[in-house]
């Protein structure tokens, strides 16, 4: 008897902390978070940590120069037709909507060039094959160190990309 | 007041875990963001209520309130405080509220790590989850009651198994108990990503580390049952085969294989069907496991009283689940068939999937065999038992199989490897392998799995040296570091695959442990005081026992009979040892007991079983004509290297566990030490960026 009324109040308190959302309106977080992975942009890293992995297991001798350079010719289009996709996505989650001399669903301008600017260094860096393996940063063509980080990077002119002081990929 | 506050929380739970679960599933399919969070709060709400219910029942056991069948049956005024507290779990009844708890535990926190993400997904896991939890509840309220009061209040209990008195009591099954309930949340993401068509990697993404986190606690709880069965059962071992230990390996072998599986997903956007089948069946396997464990159908040393009721609920709950995952699959078979293919024969993938086979083969085999007596009851009438030769014949070889993997798998490339690099990076470890063989031969030994096992062990250790050397002499060499820094750094880097290859190491010596039963010395001998025994170890050196005598102590509801030995090694004292034989005077018939007594070494351990004592002595006489016993002498070669390398693979799960240990976010990186640059927006640029490094 006497843990009836513990328990009355008990069972009260937990109907209404469980009642109280719908009763006040109040709601989870429905959205897509900003923070989470998008499916292109899941492609997208699968494509770059695949080029990470080929970088790691040629320089530890698993695979020959002919084997090396087809696979990544092969992941540098995967991660290319995936950061379109993922460019398309960004431009459509950016866009605002209501400014003027813009039509619905478009991005400002200075946005878009900035985006664009982007995309295109990164294309260009991962066909020329300079995009670091360190620090991820694209550098232009014809670089020996990594602009950003310092690190070595893969010779250009060479069939084989050998690096200047290799790369320690880790996939 | 506070148990039946417990039995209270039980009931207001029920409800609320129905609400939840009805309301998680239409706020997903309605997108009503109050209904998910009704569900969700559900969930919190269940959590707090069945920490009371557990509360209620550990303060039952703890004021010795006999009215209740349960404490009554599984405690007594004597035992010590210790094992009141873990009459949690001492029986079926608070055992399965102890899994209720769990899980319900697991599901909040599942629930709060996703409050701001994979939204989409959570109202149908959260339902899920509610789902199981629901069952649970309902089973401690209408089948096996917790709080169930006997309607008088005997003077003392019945007391606690004498076996179950024993410190990894309150290690072990709760170990055991979180990789089983942990393995609900996996199970829950891979429903609900099913149910709302998100079958891209971002589930196996949200699932992973949950993964690995169930597979180290099960790994956990094999090794201390292992390290149980050897220092209290007498069994003279550390695995038996038994039902109920095959019935924990089960979902540790399917898991093992998705954790392997995964990874192709993850690099390549293969495998999905075969991936989420893998997370489905470990979640089955669990159930399958605590069916064979609850209803107590099969004999075993860990299994309850037989219970049919809760047989039939286990078994109608597997078939549900199996039959709801088998639905959702199909009707998503389109969208989880890859587009990719396996390049070439000889890749990393096609080492992986030929790992999965290997050890859902295994896992067949354990089923199999387990199964095999209830069977052959079904079929004929009679039991046919299917015992450890068995198991080790089918078992060994694919062990060893596995173990070759091990170091196969690493050296080659992902998607196609070239045969002449092949020959290039196996040089060395099959040198190693060769001479490791031809070492062991010439210095005489002759078992021929004890030789593979050792041979193919240091094939792999050796591969995991040189990949360990080769990372970090090439991180040293281009960030200037010193060795030391650059290994760190190195396994920072990409904690994930370091740390797998650190599991691996303890894999191997693990391995090598139970090779070392090839080479067991036994000895079993009637003695009397004075007389002395002497034990050759294949080391070399010889072990001479001297036994002292027998003396008889009685502890509560147990008679305890007590042999010592003086030990010499090789001529030189090295101390003493005892050993028991104990009579539970609680269970009608009294039930023997065996304490063995363990001197372990680096390399071997000398153990020492009181095998048979005369009845006199366990009655209380210490008289000399009843001082005659028999005792078992082992050498047993290698086991402590089990237990190293139980740490070993604890290590390398943990460091594989490690918080930011590669897991890609919208806008973190994968490892860490590394120089991201500042963007508040992030772009497709500095996104792949990110991956990159």
Not at chain 2, 163 to 182: A, E
Not at chain 2, 295 to 312: C, D, K, P
Not at chain 2, 496 to 523: D, Q, T
Request: hydrophobic share 50%; with cysteine; aromatic share 12%.
């Amino acid at each position: 008897m006497s843990a009836l009324v513990p328990g009355v109040i008990l069972a009260v308190a937990m109907v209404v902390f469980v009642l109280h959302p719908i009763v006040s309106g109040r709601e989870a977080h429905m959205e897509w978070d900003e923070e989470e992975l998008t499916e292109a942009q899941h492609r997208r890293n699968v494509a770059l940590l695949a080029l990470r992995d080929v970088e790691y297991d040629f320089h530890a001798g698993k695979l020959d120069t002919t084997d090396y350079g087809r696979l990544k010719q092969e992941i540098s289009a995967e991660a290319l037709r995936a950061i379109d996709e993922e460019e398309a996505e960004w431009l459509a989650r950016h866009a605002e909507p209501g400014d003027p001399g813009r039509e619905e669903g478009e991005p400002p301008p200075e946005a878009r060039a900035a985006l664009e600017a982007e995309i295109a260094a990164l294309r260009d860096s991962i066909r020329a094959g300079v995009i670091c393996s360190q620090c991820g940063n694209p550098n232009p063509k014809g670089s020996r160190y990594c602009g950003d980080c310092g690190s070595g990077l893969p010779v250009q002119g060479s069939p084989t990309g050998h690096a200047v002081r290799g790369s320690v990929g880790s996939g | 007041m506070i148990p039946a506050l417990g039995e209270f929380a039980l009931w207001i739970a029920l409800p609320i875990s129905i609400w939840g679960c009805v309301l998680a599933f239409l706020g997903g399919r309605w997108n009503r963001g109050d209904l998910v969070l009704s569900a969700e709060r559900s969930t919190y709400a269940i959590s707090i209520l069945f920490i009371i219910a557990s509360i209620g029942i550990i303060a039952a056991f703890m004021r010795d309130q006999f009215q209740y069948w349960y404490v009554y049956n599984y405690s007594s005024t004597n035992l010590h405080p210790f094992f009141k507290f873990a009459g949690l779990w001492a029986g079926q009844r608070g055992s399965l509220l102890f899994w209720g708890l769990n899980l319900s535990l697991f599901a909040s926190l599942a629930v709060w790590m996703n409050r701001s993400r994979n939204r989409d997904l959570m109202p149908y896991m959260n339902g899920v989850l509610l789902a199981f939890i629901g069952f649970f509840i309902s089973i401690s309220l209408f089948v096996t009651p917790p709080f169930e009061q006997l309607g008088f209040t005997p003077a003392d209990g019945r007391g606690l198994n004498p076996q179950l008195q024993n410190y990894w009591m309150t290690i072990h099954p709760p170990t055991m108990y979180v990789g089983f309930t942990s393995f609900n949340v996996p199970f829950a993401f891979a429903i609900s990503a099913l149910m709302v068509g998100r079958l891209d990697a971002r589930w196996i993404q949200a699932t992973r580390k949950w993964i690995l986190t169930s597979w180290f606690f099960l790994t956990l709880a094999i090794i201390f049952g292992m390290r149980w069965a050897y220092e209290e059962l007498g069994w003279g071992g550390f695995w038996f085969w038994d039902p109920v230990e095959n019935a924990s390996l089960l979902p540790w072998l399917v898991a093992t294989a998705f954790l392997h599986s995964v990874m192709i997903q993850e690099s390549r956007g293969m495998l999905k069907v075969w991936n989420m089948g893998l997370v489905l069946l470990t979640f089955l396997m669990t159930i399958f496991a605590t069916f064979l464990t609850r209803s107590g159908l099969i004999e075993s040393v860990h299994s309850f009283a037989q219970n049919l009721t809760i047989a039939w609920i286990f078994l109608g709950c597997m078939g549900i689940t199996g039959a709801v995952c088998l639905v959702l699959i199909v009707w998503r078979y389109p969208v989880l068939v890859s587009e990719r293919q396996f390049e070439s024969a000889l890749s990393r993938e096609s080492a992986f999937l030929l790992n999965n086979l290997v050890l859902l083969g295994a896992a067949f085999a354990v089923i199999w065999g387990t199964m095999f007596p209830l069977l052959t009851e079904g079929l004929t009438g009679s039991k046919v038992a299917v015992g450890p030769p068995f198991f080790n014949q089918v078992n060994i070889p694919i062990g060893l199989i596995l173990l070759a993997l091990m170091g196969i798998g690493p050296v080659i490339a992902w998607r196609k490897a070239s045969a002449r690099n092949l020959k290039k990076n196996f040089l060395l470890p099959v040198a190693v392998l060769v001479s490791t063989a031809a070492v062991l031969f010439s210095a005489g030994v002759r078992h021929p799995y004890a030789l593979l096992t050792f041979s193919i062990g240091a094939f792999v250790l050796t591969i995991i040296v040189v990949e360990f050397w080769k990372g970090t002499r090439a991180r040293a060499r281009i960030e200037r570091e010193n060795a030391f820094t650059a290994f760190v750094h190195l396994v920072r880097r990409n904690r994930r695959r370091w740390g797998g290859y650190i599991v691996h190491v303890g894999v191997v010596v693990m391995f090598m442990g139970f090779a070392g039963s090839a080479f067991n010395r036994e000895v079993r001998q009637s003695m009397v005081p004075g007389d002395s025994v002497a034990v050759d170890s294949p080391f070399g050196h010889e072990y001479v026992l001297t036994y002292q005598g027998l003396s008889t102590t009685l502890v509560p509801s147990m008679r305890q009979a007590i042999a010592l030995f003086s030990v010499e090694k090789d001529g030189v004292p090295a101390g003493s040892i005892t050993t028991q034989r104990q009579l539970n005077l609680a269970v009608s018939p009294p039930q023997p007991i065996s304490e063995v007594g363990i001197r372990s070494t680096f390399v071997e351990d000398l153990y020492l079983i009181l095998a048979t004592v005369d009845d006199e002595v366990l009655l209380g006489s210490n008289e000399p004509e009843f001082q005659q016993a028999t005792f078992q002498f082992q050498i047993n070669p290698l086991v402590p290297w089990i237990w190293y390398g139980g740490l070993v693979i604890a290590a390398g799960a943990l460091i594989g566990l490690w918080p930011g240990a590669g897991v890609p976010t919208r806008t973190g990186r994968l490892g860490t030490g590394s120089r991201r640059q500042d963007t508040s927006t992030p772009t497709p640029r500095s996104d792949a960026a990110a991956t990159l490094g």
